[in-house]
T-cell receptor, first 110, second 112 residues
């Protein structure tokens, strides 16, 4: 089983829709959680860190459920420019590497 | 904007050549990583470092080597390139405080 698993894509949604991605992680020692965005043929870029209390940044809301070991990302009022691959990332404490999920591809359609 | 740079951006070389992909960051991050990614596919960790003189192999078996002689510099070397090495190579550095990682723009390598 992969350490980080994400919803399989692609998600094709109309502009203005709300879309949610889920991600599960298997290692209960995971301490840090992130969502990254990767555009086609570009490098991943940090979208937001995910905090235990949940956090919001504009149209984006991230939540963490430690008991169930999953992370979610909600995008409201989708824009064409939100089309990208969204990567779930977890990290244990100490000198351990970041672990990336395979990513979920989102296409927002006019 | 993150201050992490990779050179070259694109490279086409012949089989059997030795190449070094450069990665430098000016953020003073101790942690640095190399990932390999084929188009439309997932990232694979090939090497990482937690500081000067520390290097570890990642999940993906790789014929490459790395060194970390200076904090800001984490070069990756292929002693003898093969067509199977054709891929995009992404370097990242990570803040020790927040664990947030920043990526370079990548090197797109083609071995012919």
């Amino acid at each position: 089983r992969k350490e980080v698993e994400q919803d399989p894509g692609p998600f094709n949604v109309p502009e203005g829709a709300t879309v949610a991605f889920n991600c599960t992680y298997s290692n209960s020692a995971s301490q840090s959680f992130f969502w990254y965005r990767q555009d086609c043929r570009k490098e991943p870029k940090l979208l937001m860190s995910v905090y235990s209390s949940g956090n919001e940044d504009g149209r984006f809301t991230a939540q963490l459920n430690r008991a169930s070991q999953y992370i979610s990302l909600l995008i409201r009022d989708s824009k064409l420019s939100d089309s990208a691959t969204y990567l779930c990332v977890v990290k244990r404490s100490g000198n351990t590497p970041l672990v990336f999920g395979k990513g979920t591809r989102l296409s927002v359609i006019a | 904007e993150a201050d992490i740079y990779q050179t070259p951006r694109y490279l086409v070389i012949g089989t059997g050549k030795k190449i070094t992909l450069e990665c430098s960051q000016t953020m003073g991050h101790d942690k640095m990583y190399w990932y390999q990614q084929d188009p439309g596919m997932e990232l694979h960790l090939i090497h990482y470092s937690y500081g000067v003189n520390s290097t570890e192999k990642g999940d993906l078996s790789s014929e490459s080597t790395v060194s970390r002689i200076r904090t800001e510099h984490f070069p990756l070397t292929l002693e003898s390139a093969r067509p199977s090495h054709t891929s995009q190579y992404l370097c990242a550095s990570c803040s020790g405080a927040t664990s947030e990682a920043f990526f370079g723009q990548g090197t797109r390598l083609t071995v012919v």
